[in-house]
Nanobody, 125 residues
Framework: QVQLVESGGGLVQAGGSLRLSCVTS????????MAWFRQGSGKDREFVAV????????IYADSVKGRCSISKDNTKNTVYLEMNSLKPEDTAVYYC??????????????????WGQGTQVTVSS
């Protein structure tokens, strides 16, 4: 069974940085697009960023554009989300997700086949 395990969350002051990691394991599955979503307390899950299998294409939500960078290392089966200039409104549980579909850049959660358990990011003001 495919598993996604996130790490790297924590408590940080506004203006600080965090690097989230997502390690995938399990049976080989088709070259997925990998994404990060987040869900704040009482809010819907929202798209943050997506990267294609090769790592050559990325898309970001407007709310994080210029502050976040998604990358991956296929040799380590790991996807990263580097977050800078963090704001209190970035506080959320961050989830890694895998989309095995053939359509690039899907930003809705229902398109994703596998999910991690999430890692909490809390930004204090």
């Amino acid at each position: 069974q495919v598993q996604l395990v996130e790490s790297g969350g924590g408590l940080v002051q506004a203006g600080g940085s965090l690097r989230l990691s997502c390690v995938t394991s399990g049976p080989t599955f088709s070259r997925p697009n990998m994404a990060w979503f987040r869900q704040g307390s009482g809010k819907d899950r929202e798209f943050v960023a997506v990267i294609d299998w090769s790592g050559g294409s990325t898309i970001y939500a407007d709310s994080v554009k210029g502050r976040c960078s998604i990358s991956k290392d296929n040799t380590k089966n790991t996807v990263y989300l580097e977050m800078n200039s963090l704001k209190p409104e970035d506080t959320a549980v961050y989830y890694c997700a895998a989309d095995q579909g053939s359509i690039w850049g899907r930003r809705w959660a229902t398109a994703y086949d596998y999910w991690g358990q999430g890692t909490q990011v809390t930004v204090s003001s």
